[in-house]
């Protein structure tokens, strides 16, 4: 199940188990460990360290396939359209923590996308006309 921790600065989200979809003929449900941060979804197995990572900049949505009695079923696009498949329990809402933390992380850049654009163009006004450029001027 997972559980949901106080959100801070890089502070996890969420951790708990979900299961992925492997990529091979048979796509056999694989365990993973789930460690949600406000950038990034990371993905341990078992008992190893190996972890995988999908940074929120590279995913373009999560999809909601299918309810059932015992599992949610959802898919991870990215932004290169490759689908990646997961389920959880019910209980643990993972699909819903996930796309939570994904629009909290596109509305941050889109903000600061917005700021950026806004400095610019203050900046730009507030420089001082060139020589040149009150010539041209009428």
Known sequence: MASKIMKGSGEILCEGELEKRSDSLFQLWKKKRG??????????SGSSDRVKELRFSSILKVDCVEHTNKYVYFTVVTTNFKEIDFRCT??????AFI???LID???RR????FRRHRFQGVA???Q???EEQRALSP
């Open 128 to 130: 001082p006309e060139s």
């Open 90 to 95: 019910g209980k643990s809402s993972w699909n």
């Open 99 to 101: 796309t939570l933390a």
């Open 124 to 126: 730009s006004e507030e």
């Open 110 to 113: 889109a903000l600061e996308g």
């Open 105 to 107: 992380y596109q509305n």
């Open 35 to 44: 460690v949600l941060t406000e950038d990034r979804l990371s993905l341990y």
